[in-house]
């Protein structure tokens, strides 16, 4: 019966809907039913119909493995809301709240994640390769095992947030701030770091070969077993950095002087 009454209330909806009628497309996307926010959203975007910020509240929606690429969700209010194995990919994201929203294995593919609210997201083995996440905030999220190959992360917010074994070859995180971030053996090839503040920063085991650190804030980060072959370390603050079992080699111009059980060069 309620099956029958929200099929019943969604073809109402689309039949009263015009062209330009935004608050009945808002009214079938928070109605928080998958199809409606598809099929709203899918009206809207060939429509070129724009909403403002918060107008679109789905606030603990379930949308588990939704189909949403390409989906225009900018300024939405995700917060909580159940994301895992979501088709994401080119999605805009921009300036949304996603506070504590479960995006496990979701993919977001090139999406826009521009100054997104992602404290306390679950994002374990998502895909963000090539995402644009530049000032986005991911405190105490989790990425265990992510993908974000090519991702752009500048000036982003990754206090705490728990990295280990993801992927991050070739990713901007430049001017970051990553106080007590966890990239305990992280993928970190060729990636730029620089300017970016990592004090405490837990990097054990992670792939740095070829990345920029040039001004990056590293004290009393644990850098034990890392690979820093051909990493460019200039201006670093190595300051109580612990460098154990580190690979060092190709490394020009340093000072190791402040740091911690320095390998041989």
Do not use: C
Request: charged fraction near 20%; hydrophobic fraction near 40%; charge should be negative.
């Amino acid at each position: 019966m309620k099956k029958y009454i929200k099929t019943l209330l969604r073809e109402s909806l689309i039949n009263e809907i015009e062209s330009t009628d935004k608050e009945k497309l808002l009214q079938l996307i928070n109605t928080k039913d998958i199809d409606n926010i598809i099929l709203a959203l899918g009206i809207a975007d060939s429509q070129g119909i724009k909403f403002k910020r918060w107008e679109i509240d789905l606030w603990s929606a379930d949308l588990e493995n939704a189909n949403l690429q390409g989906a225009n969700l900018q300024g939405a209010n995700l917060s909580g809301v159940l994301l895992q194995g979501a088709d994401l990919k080119g999605a805009n994201l921009t300036d949304a709240y996603l506070q504590g929203a479960n995006l496990e294995g979701a993919d977001l593919t090139d999406a826009n994640l521009r100054n997104t609210h992602l404290i306390d997201g679950y994002l374990r083995g998502a895909n963000l390769q090539g995402a644009n996440l530049q000032g986005a905030n991911l405190t105490n999220a989790e990425l265990q095992g992510a993908n974000l190959t090519n991702a752009n992360l500048k000036h982003t917010d990754l206090i705490r947030t728990i990295l280990a074994v993801a992927n991050l070859q070739g990713a901007n995180i430049e001017y970051a701030y990553m106080g007590d971030v966890n990239l305990f053996k992280a993928s970190l090839q060729n990636a730029s770091l620089k300017g970016s503040e990592l004090s405490d920063a837990y990097l054990q085991g992670a792939n740095l070969n070829g990345a920029n650190l040039e001004d990056a804030d590293l004290i009393d980060a644990d850098l034990r077993d890392t690979s820093l072959n051909g990493a460019n370390l200039q201006g670093a603050d190595l300051n109580g950095v612990n460098l154990k079992g580190a690979n060092i080699k190709n490394i020009k111009n340093v000072d190791f002087s402040g740091a911690l059980n320095v390998p041989k060069q």
